[in-house]
């Protein structure tokens, strides 16, 4: 029988924090601008890029190029910064070759999150992608998780785990898709306004190892 994991994208198989910080120390030496312009280009695209956000980053600091053009170039800088383990990239093989449909279920516009996929690997390591863009809807809406398991030739009915970052979108969004779930804490406690997740680990090598090894026939919080 086929099991189903997707997987959230930004600060679970990679470091989204990270790259933005490196885009943004980037972007304002490439324009000579301000010290502080660095944190304020953090802050405008950290709970989500846009292209529109690019006029106002153009406006902002008088910039000549296009929005267009600064948007399309922030979806390079961003997949050239952005790195998935080798060690994660290796689990989503095993996960594949032990009979796992393997997908990933994400938030985001589909050009920039398809770029990171392409430029880590991750891509051609899944069984399918859901970019919420696509759908019209973002998590926690069932839609995404319901087209995520489709595009990996399953469907929500049959069961599966939600693997993520957030404890609303990723966790609680695919508890009430009907998800087993596991938690990516990345150092943090969990909130106790919400249902605890199945699992909890922390970092995405962890739950590979927790999904290969079987141990997902049981609810344990590690």
């Known amino acids: 029988m086929q099991r189903l994991v997707l997987f959230d994208l930004d600060n679970t198989l990679i470091d989204r924090n990270g790259a933005i910080h490196d885009w943004a120390a980037q972007f304002a030496a490439r ?51 952005v790195r998935c383990p080798q060690k994660v990239l290796a689990g989503m093989d095993a996960l594949r070759a032990t009979g796992w449909r393997v997908g990933i279920a994400t938030n985001g516009t589909t050009d920039i999150q398809n770029a990171k996929l392409q430029a880590t690997g991750l891509m051609g390591r899944v069984d399918g992608v859901c970019v919420s863009e696509s759908v019209g809807a973002r998590k926690p809406a069932p839609a995404v ?43 943090r406690a969990w909130p106790g306004r919400l249902a605890a997740p199945d699992h909890c680990v922390p970092d995405a090598e962890a739950a590979i190892a927790l999904l290969l090894a079987d141990g997902c026939s049981r609810s344990v919080t590690t």
């Open 31 to 81: 324009y000579a601008l301000a010290d502080h312009a660095s944190t304020q280009l953090v802050e405008s695209v950290q709970e989500r890029a846009l292209p529109a956000t690019f006029e106002t980053v153009r406006a902002q600091y008088r910039l000549r190029p296009s929005a267009d053009s600064l948007w399309r170039q922030y979806c390079s800088d961003i997949a050239t910064a």
């Open 145 to 187: 998780f319901e087209a995520a398991a489709v595009a990996c030739g399953s469907r929500l009915s049959q069961g599966g785990w939600m693997v993520g970052d957030n404890p609303e979108t990723d966790i609680d969004g695919g508890r009430r898709a009907g998800l087993r779930t596991i938690w990516i804490h990345n150092g």
